[in-house]
């Protein structure tokens, strides 16, 4: 497997909107279990509190459900010098066909995840549209195989950029104005169209590809981007930031008796978290700590306000089982109005009760490195350096991930 040559996984900030980057990788080596995270977003407190709520603490980002359906669609313009989408149809009509097959069951993986808001109704049938280059900051939910863009550095085989609203009213293109903070107002997936050495295989036409990366697995990981989430560390997990090998997918294809099949235990956590249903009576188990160093010395003393382990990654595994079934990044909390405090705080939430857990901490030093969880850490603070004219009072700086630690339980 090829190791990655350059990371790219960043966040920029609009004056108004937050915009993140997420990618996925050329596989690399597997690593032991950490954790998944969210992209984040601060309110704009220097909006009137009716708009931002008047407090500067992390919001996720996520999809608004509940007022209306999702609406995605995807470009039929397909790359073909070289033919970057593999199928084992090779009629015009028939490859679309196929592809948007792989569109709508990669989608289903993510609604048929119980315990959430998130439906099969929830997401409109995806619609084509012939354009090339329909993917941009429109508002509109766009997959595009045959555009391409400056974040196709070596090494890049997709990414998702969301553009985030962090004050209520706002409203990008043609999306509608924003009701929630934290609602994503526009989330594209892009391929990469123009590496001669990279090519996607539908699930039927992967057999006879054996050098073409799985096109459902990508494309259900960069749809988990689409929904709020960041990467995991988790190798298992289908938030991991780096794609299967060619010829080869992540985990269980999905059936009609198990479609989210493909998904980890921390996925479906992490997106009962996201989506929570009110009514789900199963999954509302948390587990809550800090985790703190022997001597707190040895804590940074820039930036100030560092009182707790802050990047290490806690995880809680079944101990009947062995599996994973929630993990998060520690070293933070938040009370309005905030800013975040760098405290070592962690909270699992919406774990299944009634089961035994293990839970454990480690720092992120293996191949999944905190440069690669970027937009869900650097997220967590807004100051008058970054952004003119915000509260000193509610401004923060996010201190460095700590990635030399041991742990003991206690």
């Known amino acids: 497997m090829e190791k990655i040559v350059r990371k790219q996984d960043s966040t920029t900030r609009r004056k108004i909107l937050a915009v993140t980057l997420a990618a996925i990788y050329i596989a690399a080596t597997a690593q032991t279990a950490a954790g998944y995270t969210f992209n984040q977003v601060v309110p704009d407190v220097r909006q009137p509190v009716a708009l931002s709520g008047g407090s500067a603490c992390p919001v996720r980002a996520h999809q608004l459900t509940a007022a209306s359906r999702i609406a995605l669609r995807w470009s039929t313009a397909l790359g073909t010098n070289p033919v970057s989408i593999l199928t084992q149809n090779q009629t015009a009509t028939g490859r679309l066909t196929e592809i948007e097959q792989v569109i709508t069951q990669s989608l289903s993986v993510w609604t048929a995840v119980t315990g959430t808001t998130l439906q099969p109704a929830t997401i409109t049938p995806p619609v084509r549209i012939a354009t090339q280059n329909a993917c941009g900051s429109d508002g509109l939910n766009s997959i595009c195989f045959d555009q391409a863009d400056m974040a196709f550095t070596p090494g890049i085989l997709a990414f998702t950029r969301v553009i985030t609203s962090d004050a209520l009213g706002e409203q990008l293109g043609a999306s509608s104005a924003a009701t929630q903070l934290g609602q994503i107002l526009d989330a594209d997936i892009y391929f990469d169209p123009s590496d001669a050495q990279v090519t996607f295989a539908t699930p039927a036409a992967l057999p006879a590809s054996p050098k073409a990366y799985d096109l459902q697995s990508v494309l259900t990981h960069e749809l988990g981007h689409f929904l709020g989430f960041s990467h995991s560390a988790i190798w298992s997990a289908m938030m991991y930031p780096y794609a299967p090998a060619p010829g080869t997918f992540n985990g269980t294809r999905p059936t009609s008796l198990q479609p989210d099949a493909p998904l980890g235990d921390d996925d479906r956590t992490g997106l009962r978290i996201l989506y929570p249903d009110p009514a789900d009576t199963v999954n509302v188990g ?17 930036p100030p306000g560092v009182t707790g382990i802050f990047g290490a990654h806690v995880v809680a595994v079944d101990q009947a089982t062995g599996a994973v079934i929630a993990a998060t990044i520690a070293g933070w909390s938040c009370a309005a109005p905030g800013p975040a405090q760098f405290d070592g705080t962690y909270q699992l939430d919406h774990l299944p009760i009634q089961r035994s857990y293990t839970v454990y901490a480690e720092p992120l030093d293996g191949v999944v ?15 008058p350096a970054t952004d003119l004219g915000w509260p000193p009072l509610q401004g923060c700086v996010v201190p460095a991930a700590n990635t030399s630690f041991t742990t003991r339980s206690r």
């Open 369 to 383: 490195s905190p440069a690669q969880i970027t937009p869900a850490i650097a997220t967590l603070c807004r100051n």
């Open 286 to 302: 948390t587990i809550s700590g800090r985790i703190l160093p022997a001597n707190p010395l040895s804590l940074p003393l820039s």
